[in-house]
Structure formats: structure tokens, C-alpha cells
């Protein structure tokens, strides 16, 4: 068996120093292993790992004024038991309940979750509607971008970050405290599952009407946006069964999803519909 090289900076300074003696290797990152333990990608001669394990600059949650910023290295657990996230990003915590178990939760980070760029990834539909940002290093240049999660993603587990690039932090404005939210999976069975089909939604209602909703579907198109299309129409929109099933039109329209070994393109479908029927009936009922 061929040994692995493996490195662990400690500092972004030190990663920007080691990447002059490796940036012509395949840059294998990564921060929990769960990912890529299980993965089944043949991974060139060469390829060099890069553990983040001791990169202190990529942990720690904090909130920054009307920003909450996460490092990518937390892990799942970390965020959900975070008092700061419990307190305003409670759709991140709806999320990452569904997540894994106790134990992979332990080892598995944010970061590894966008990393993967998965259309299934259950906190990216959250961050999505949160309106989330990543900042990226670039360790040829040693310098940090900002960048939108549209810009991100260019595929069905693709990102556009170039050989060993990092991101390093997670940045969300907090939402409004009167901004109801909603999260939901669906998977094969209760725990341990991959999703079939997701949404996460804010909303703000007044009086029965909506005021402003943001929607993202997961695991339904070859990479998570927001619903803008439906958004429109149910704007300004009371919530009767007519609006529900007349947005629900509009949604089968916005997304593309695919049969595969998880479920059938046709399942996928009902199942965001209903998703989204049950998302408008419980923010109305909320407001109640
Ligand atoms: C049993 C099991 C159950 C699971 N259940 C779920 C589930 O319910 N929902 C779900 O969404 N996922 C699930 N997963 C998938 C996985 O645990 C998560 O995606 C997790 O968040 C990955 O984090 P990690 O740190 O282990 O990633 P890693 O394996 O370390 O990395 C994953 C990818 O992200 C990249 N990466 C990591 N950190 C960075 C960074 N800072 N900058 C740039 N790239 C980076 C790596 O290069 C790699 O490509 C499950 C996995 C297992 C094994």
C-alpha cells in the first residue's frame, strides 16, 4: 500500500508556505473524514491530504454585529449545543437535528456539509435561505474572498473553489426575530438517512398575509437555490387552499429533480409539493 502524504497546519500562514511545495498535487482537504472516508472516488497517486484538524483560525461561532459568523471546522454538534445559534438560527438547528447520529455529528463539520457541495446536504437549504456568504482563502495568494453560495456551486456536488482552497467562514445575517421559519426532510426512514427531498423556509406574515418568503428545496435540482419564482407569487398572498395548491404548480416548475437508487423523479416531486403545503398551513397556524 502506497503511504499518504498528510500535512496539518496549524495557521493559514503555514498552509499558504506548505501549498509552494505541493500545489502541483491533487490537494485532498479535509476537516470530520466522514465524507471522505466513505467516498467512493479513486484518489490519484499523488494526491496530497490536507488535515484541518489543527487549524484553530477555522473554528469557533461568534456573533459580530448583526452577523453570526461559524468557522467551517465546527462540528455539527458544536452548533447545535452553540447558545448563540440556539438563540437566533433556530432553522440551523432544525436541520442538524435530522443530521447523521450522535457520534458522526461529533466529527462532521459545516464545512465538510458545503465542501461536498451535495444537493442533499442538509444545512445547505438553511443557509441558503439565511442568505449565508463564505469567505475563501486562497492559499496561492494568501488572500480572502467573499463569495454568495450562487456562486459557489456550479453542479451536483461541484464547487468552484480552485485546487486547495479553503473556506473560511460562514457568514449569516441574523433574521429578523419576527420571521417565522420552517424545515423538513424526508428520507427513507426517521434517523441516519439522506434526504430525498427538503425545503427550508422564511417567512414574515402579517394579518394572514405574506409578507416576504424565502424558499430553497433540497435534493430536487442539480444544486440548491432559492424558489424565486414561487416566492413572487406568494407574496402579498393570504394563504387558502387555492394559494397552496396554485404555488404548488409553480414550484413543480422550478425544480428539476432525477430518479436514483434514493427515489423516483415523480416521488421527489410530490413530496416538495406537499413539503410546501405543509410549510404555508404551519406558518399560518404559528401565527395563530
Ligand atoms: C453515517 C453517516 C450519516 C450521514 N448523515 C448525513 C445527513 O443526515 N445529512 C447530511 O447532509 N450529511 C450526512 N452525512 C455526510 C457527512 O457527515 C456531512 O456531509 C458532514 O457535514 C461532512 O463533514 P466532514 O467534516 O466530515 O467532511 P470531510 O469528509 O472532512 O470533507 C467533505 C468535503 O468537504 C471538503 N471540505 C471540508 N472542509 C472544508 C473547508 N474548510 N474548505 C473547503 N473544503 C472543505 C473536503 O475537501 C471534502 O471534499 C453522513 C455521513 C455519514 C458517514
Do not use: W
Not at 461561532?61 to 448583526?66: A, L, P, S, V
Not at 456568504?133 to 468552484?160: K, M, Q, W
Not at 482552497?165 to 420571521?179: A, G, R, V
Not at 433540497?218 to 432559492?226: A, I, L, N, Q
Amino acid at each position: 500500500m502506497n503511504k499518504k502524504k498528510i500535512f496539518s497546519p496549524k495557521t493559514l500562514t503555514e498552509y499558504h508556505e506548505l501549498y509552494s511545495k505541493i500545489e502541483n498535487s491533487k490537494i485532498i482537504i479535509f476537516a470530520g473524514g466522514t465524507d471522505l472516508m466513505v467516498g467512493k472516488e479513486e484518489l490519484p497517486e499523488d494526491a496530497v491530504f490536507v488535515s484541518l484538524s489543527e487549524l484553530e483560525e477555522l473554528k469557533g461561532i461568534e456573533k459580530k454585529g448583526d452577523t453570526i459568523i461559524i468557522g467551517p471546522s465546527s462540528t455539527l454538534n458544536e452548533i447545535l449545543h452553540s447558545p448563540v445559534i440556539q438563540e437566533e438560527l433556530l432553522i440551523l438547528i432544525q436541520a442538524i437535528r435530522t443530521m447523521a447520529s450522535e457520534q458522526v455529528r461529533n466529527r462532521a463539520t459545516i464545512g465538510g456539509n458545503i465542501g461536498n457541495a451535495s444537493p442533499a446536504g442538509d444545512t445547505i437549504t438553511p443557509l441558503v435561505v439565511l442568505g449565508a456568504s463564505l469567505t475563501i482563502f486562497s492559499p496561492r495568494t494568501a488572500t480572502e474572498r467573499n463569495i454568495s453560495f450562487s456562486e459557489y456551486f456550479c453542479g451536483p456536488c461541484a464547487n468552484t473553489l480552485d485546487n486547495g482552497e479553503l473556506i473560511t467562514k460562514i457568514i449569516i445575517p441574523i433574521p429578523l426575530k419576527k420571521m417565522k421559519c420552517y424545515f423538513r426532510k424526508v428520507g427513507q426512514r426517521n434517523a441516519m438517512t439522506i434526504t430525498k427531498a427538503s425545503l427550508s423556509c422564511f417567512a414574515e406574515i402579517d394579518n394572514d398575509e405574506i409578507l416576504d418568503i424565502r424558499l430553497a428545496a433540497g435534493s430536487v435540482s442539480p444544486t440548491v437555490r432559492r424558489l424565486i419564482k414561487t416566492e413572487e407569487f406568494l407574496k402579498h398572498k393570504t394563504i387558502s387552499e387555492r394559494t397552496v395548491e396554485e404555488a404548488k404548480r409553480i414550484l413543480e416548475k422550478e425544480i428539476s429533480p432525477i430518479t436514483d437508487i434514493r427515489s423516483t423523479k415523480a416521488f421527489r416531486e410530490l413530496l416538495t409539493k406537499n413539503l410546501l403545503g405543509d410549510c404555508l398551513r404551519s406558518i399560518l397556524l404559528y401565527e395563530q
